[in-house]
């Protein structure tokens, strides 16, 4: 999370130095590079937002499935044991 932290603000302050040379220069194309290095940080962040958000209902769903295992073999049943061992994906 703090690398990404520091990529991010690496960026954004790259991008600004790159806004600033074009400005003083009157260059059309550091100022694209500019806003394409801003865009790749902007990337950056919802490209973690979404993997934050798809990781978290993965460990969710894991817990859920371990959940149920442990409360099917802690029941007793030898029958519902079996079941629970044969058909349990594996993680």
């Known amino acids: ?6 990529l991010v603000i690496g960026l954004v302050i790259w991008s600004v130095r790159l806004l600033q040379g074009a ?3 009157k260059d059309s194309s550091l100022a694209i590079a500019s806003v394409l290095v801003a865009v790749s940080a902007g990337g ?11 990781l ?5 769903m894991g817990l859920a499935q371990a959940n149920t295992d442990l409360e099917i073999i ?9 079941t629970a061992v ?4 594996n993680l």
């Open 1 to 6: 999370m703090i690398l990404l932290l520091l």
């Open 23 to 25: 400005y003083r220069l």
């Open 44 to 54: 950056v962040v919802i490209v973690y937002g979404l993997m934050d958000g798809c």
């Open 56 to 60: 978290g209902q993965f460990s969710q």
């Open 74 to 82: 802690m029941s007793g049943d030898p029958e519902l044991v079996s």
């Open 86 to 89: 044969t058909t349990a994906p």
